[in-house]
DNA sequence: TGTTTTTTACT
DNA sequence: GTAAAAAAC
């Protein structure tokens, strides 16, 4: 009897998942594989905290999979190789797997595909991270949208995506399991034990994203045009990791979002689910970008930035990596993503503003930093943000929009709870002077038991200077 | 999903 | 003199 193979990579779920489903169509017993292979990513291979993740999450699908009676084999090294191998020791010819859109993958599966062909193979993949492909939806000129609103028309105005399957009841296995790696010898999991702020943070796994999911549901909804800008609150779902890895699939968020508006019928939720699917609508555009401009994970999409004077400053860079620019609201973001491996979106804006045009650090070094650190990395969403933020790239805010961390933190901490759960040395302080510690008075802050310089710094920058700063730079690039 | 400065409207 | 709106950056 021959075997189907089951390739997977960011769907790490059973619900929702085309690959798996055409495996089990197929009629025949069916392997479900992993294989660990980052050197296949090219410059982008997963950072500690993706690797974090992907163990626990790994180890959940495992779990899932051996509850209907399947298991999941793991390998590692070249992956040709690793399912041309597995093919001959369980007799399988064939293989399904559903899309990734990163450059280095897509050209990795590309040649894949051919060589298993031409070795006489069945090979299919499909859609099942995205609501609709990339190639999709283009301008009345052909042209990849680059800018989202007209992008996000073209999403509501196509037909539907499917609504997903439900999860298989059982799984056909093999006679016999070959051989598969330990997942502890993956060494995904970190040497020293850093990741306890994000074992209290997260549940990896579909189980935990369907949670998430449910719980935003019910709790957060309503209340999400408005809560989604506020870090002190529990306004946003969360989904973004889970999303990423594919525990759970876009196109059942957009159907238990619209479920529930139409099953409630109130105009507030109908506007809440609106506003909530159009950042679903934003991780969606920022595929589609990527697959059609693979190069701007490294370079500008605007190609006159490429001769934008950044610098680069290592120590000031640092101080942002550890949340000491002096700057309490950025300070708090910074220290969030270390240790639950997540910032909050509105104060990503306000640390990616702060780097870029404070600092006039290339976008690509906060890039780098975020990948590394953040759960949820993402090669497209996180280009497209990073892009965004320093006014290179597709419907950017314009490099003149500079936020200022002390107005957004009033704005958007009013109270400064953000401020204080983070950055502890400043919690006696009282708003405003907390989102801008410079200004209290020596007695205020001797109150408070702080001394700046000592127990929090100055400001790396005076804000307003570094603001002129950015903006001469950037007419400089205007007249050239 | 920006901030700052200038202009305008009104008291 | 103040605040809202508009313009500029």
């Given at each position: 009897m021959k075997s189907s193979l089951v390739w997977f990579r960011h769907d790490l779920r059973l619900d929702d998942n085309p690959a798996l489903l055409a495996a089990i169509e197929r009629g025949e017993s069916m392997v479900p594989v992993f294989v660990w292979s980052p050197e296949e990513e090219g410059k982008w291979p997963p950072g500690s905290a993706s690797r974090w993740w992907l163990h626990h999450s790994l180890t959940s699908l495992r779990q899932q999979l051996r509850s209907l009676g399947s298991d999941l084999v793991i390998r590692r090294g070249n992956t040709l190789a690793e399912l041309q191998r597995l093919g001959e020791e369980c007799r399988a010819d064939a293989v399904f797997w559903n899309r990734r859109y990163e450059p280095a993958i897509v050209e990795r599966d590309t040649a894949l595909k051919s060589a298993l062909r031409q070795r006489g193979w069945t090979v299919q993949s499909f859609n099942g991270q995205l609501l609709f492909e990339p190639t999709q939806l283009q301008t009345r000129g052909g042209q990849p949208f680059q800018v989202f609103t007209p992008f996000w028309k073209a999403c509501l105005a196509h037909s539907e995506?499917?609504?997903?399957?439900?999860?298989?009841?059982?799984?056909?296995?093999?006679?016999?399991?070959?051989?598969?790696?330990?997942?502890?010898?993956?060494?995904?999991?970190?040497?020293?034990?850093?990741?306890?702020?994000?074992?209290?943070?997260?549940?990896?796994?579909?189980?935990?994203?369907?949670?998430?999911?449910?719980?935003?549901?019910?709790?957060?909804?309503?209340?999400?045009?408005?809560?989604?800008?506020?870090?002190?609150?529990?306004?946003?779902?969360?989904?973004?990791?889970?999303?990423?890895?594919?525990?759970?699939?876009?196109?059942?968020?957009?159907?238990?979002?619209?479920?529930?508006?139409v099953r409630e019928k109130r105009a507030t939720l109908d506007r809440a689910a609106e506003s909530y699917l159009r950042e679903l609508g934003w991780r969606e555009f920022g595929h589609h970008l990527l697959y059609h401009f693979p190069r701007t994970t490294d370079a500008p999409l605007r190609a006159e930035f490429a001769a934008f004077p950044w610098y680069d400053r290592p120590n000031e860079v640092t101080a942002w990596q550890r949340g000491q620019t002096g700057y309490p609201l950025v300070d708090a973001g910074m220290r969030q993503l270390w240790t639950t491996g997540w910032m909050h979106n509105r104060v990503r804006m306000v640390v990616a503003s702060f780097l870029v045009k404070d600092l006039l650090v290339p976008w690509q070094t906060g890039a780098r930093w975020f990948w590394d650190t953040l759960v949820d990395a993402d090669l497209a969403n996180n280009t497209l943000g990073w892009q965004w933020s320093a006014g290179c790239g597709a419907d950017s805010a314009p490099f003149f929009r500079i936020f200022n961390p002390v107005m957004q933190g009033e704005r958007f901490d009013p109270l400064g709870e953000y401020v204080r759960r983070w950055v502890p040395e400043l919690s006696?302080?009282?708003?405003?002077?907390?989102?801008?510690?410079?200004?209290?008075?020596?007695?205020?802050?001797?109150?408070?038991?702080?001394?700046?310089?000592?127990?929090?710094?100055?400001?790396?920058?005076?804000h307003a200077e570094a603001r002129h700063r950015a903006l001469t730079a950037f007419e400089g690039l205007k007249r050239t």
């Open positions: 995506p499917n609504e997903p399957e439900p999860a298989p009841d059982r799984l056909p296995a093999p006679k016999t399991w070959p051989q598969s790696e330990q997942l502890e010898a993956l060494r995904l999991l970190p040497k020293i034990d850093w990741a306890s702020g994000m074992r209290a943070a997260w549940q990896p796994g579909s189980e935990g994203a369907v949670q998430r999911l449910q719980s935003f549901l019910e709790a957060g909804l309503e209340t999400y045009p408005t809560d989604r800008d506020r870090p002190d609150r529990v306004g946003v779902s969360s989904i973004s990791p889970h999303l990423h890895f594919g525990e759970i699939g876009p196109r059942r968020v957009w159907h238990e979002v619209k479920r529930l508006a006696q302080l009282v708003v405003p002077w907390l989102h801008r510690p410079w200004t209290a008075s020596p007695a205020m802050l001797a109150e408070a038991g702080v001394e700046l310089g000592k127990t929090y710094p100055f400001p790396l920058v005076d």
